[in-house]
């Protein structure tokens, strides 16, 4: 039964294993649009439950459905979801999903909130990303018992991960390590920061520099509206990249991280920014190739942190967390044996949910009916104590198959 139950669940998902970031960005639903363009999905293809994760590098739906699930149906299902998608762009997503169904799908959920399954192995932030996706989904109707029992198991499995083993101690993407750099050099709340392209990776550094209390920003991108849109998340201030030439606020700290082939800072820019100021500057360049022409570092005071330096220490770090992965392949093992225990649990809870009714059922008929003159004929403290004896056997009645009966399915299967 419990098997039965099992196959119906589907994991899709489209990763940067086959995708581009881009690409996948293009699946994103934004959490107030997903309750008007779900439900009616769910309906639609008559799924018991639903659930989306979206993360900067995937998009997964997870499926609890009775139908098969096989490429024309996801062709019709992705179809409905993104109708603005011609059939030869949709066909593309189909042919290069992931599609994971059964324990296949369960391990598939364990490995991604335990970041295995992540572009960069060991960030936690993963575990956050899944929960969250959980309860939103639930709130807006789309979830039920197995995504229940399923989310609570992967959380718990991640948190074990994270808590018995050293994935996550060393930070290995460049934007965490570029933040841990400005926090060794100890860079005040109140610095001025240029933040020089409205990228992504400049998007995800701006975010972690305000949700660590900074806030002083000025945005400059080719094209501003882009700047405008991460200056307005920021709170900072907007502006052409060319508005730079006569840039007079003067800054402690430039985030640059542009699509451009030369160097975009370069020795005259850098002197009109400057402002005359003579303080040691720090500079975050993550770009490739950098975005700081090198002549400057050897013209001012400047700690020059590049993408070079931050990818160097990430490769060091990288290796001391894949020396954890075997001990994390335990966790996950461990884990996959004791959703199945838990599963099997689950349906016969299920299963015996009418037993306490039909013994309610059959102690009233006694009562009331069968022997109702019998009852009737006693005296108050006789009937007191039958109530009391009737109550403790329909207690013990309803307590003991249950029991029992999980201890047979755990012990055998």
Do not use: W
């Not at 335990?330 to 016969?348: D, M, P, S, Y």
């Not at 009937?383 to 755990?410: F, N, Q, S, T």
């Amino acid at each position: 039964m419990a098997k039965e139950v099992l196959n119906q669940l589907h994991t899709v998902a489209f990763t940067h294993r086959n995708f581009e970031v881009d690409t996948i960005g293009k699946l994103h639903i934004a959490l107030d649009e997903q309750q008007a363009r779900l439900l009616p999905i769910k309906q639609q293809f008559q799924l018991e439950e639903l659930l989306m994760l979206s993360t900067c590098n995937r998009v997964e739906f997870s499926l609890v459905s009775a139908e098969e699930i096989d490429a024309p149906f996801l062709h019709a299902f992705l179809s409905t979801i993104y109708p603005t998608f011609d059939s030869e762009f949709l066909t593309s997503f189909v042919l290069k999903l992931e599609h994971y169904q059964g324990m296949r799908a369960v391990d598939h959920a364990m490995s991604v909130a335990s970041s295995v399954d992540s572009m960069i192995i060991g960030e936690r932030e993963i575990i956050t990303q899944v929960r969250q996706a959980y309860e939103h989904c639930t709130a807006i109707g789309l979830t039920g018992d197995l995504l229940r029992i399923l989310n609570r198991h992967v959380v718990e499995t991640a948190k074990k991960v994270y808590t018995r083993t050293s994935i996550s101690t060393k930070p290995v993407s460049v934007v965490s390590l570029a933040y841990h750099q400005l926090k060794n050099l100890q860079i005040p709340l109140d610095a001025r920061f240029l933040i020089i392209g409205a990228g992504m990776t400049n998007t995800t550094m701006g975010r972690f520099l305000k949700k660590h209390g900074f806030k002083h920003f000025a945005v400059f991108n080719r094209t501003l509206a882009k700047a405008e849109r991460l200056a307005e998340e920021l709170g900072g201030t907007a502006h052409d990249l060319h508005a730079l030439n006569t840039y007079s606020q003067g800054f402690d700290v430039i985030i640059c991280c542009t699509g451009a082939d030369h160097h975009i800072i370069t020795p005259s820019l850098y002197a009109q920014v400057l402002q005359g100021e003579q303080k040691q500057k720090t500079v975050i360049d993550m770009a490739i190739p950098q975005d700081l022409d090198p002549v400057i570092t050897q013209q001012h005071a400047v700690k020059h942190i590049s993408v070079g330096f931050l990818q160097k220490i990430s490769n060091e770090n990288l290796k001391e967390r894949a020396k954890e992965l075997a001990h994390v392949e335990e966790i996950l093992a461990e884990a996959h044996t004791e959703f199945q225990q838990i599963l099997q649990v689950r349906q016969v809870e299920l299963a015996m949910r009418a037993v306490p009714e039909e013994i309610k059922r059959i102690k009233s008929d006694a009562i009331n009916e069968v022997f109702k003159e019998e009852i009737n004929s006693l005296d108050p403290q006789s009937r007191e104590v039958l109530e009391k004896i009737l109550g403790y056997v329909e207690k013990k009645y309803i307590a003991g198959p249950m029991k029992l009966a999980k201890e047979i399915l755990v012990q055998h299967g």
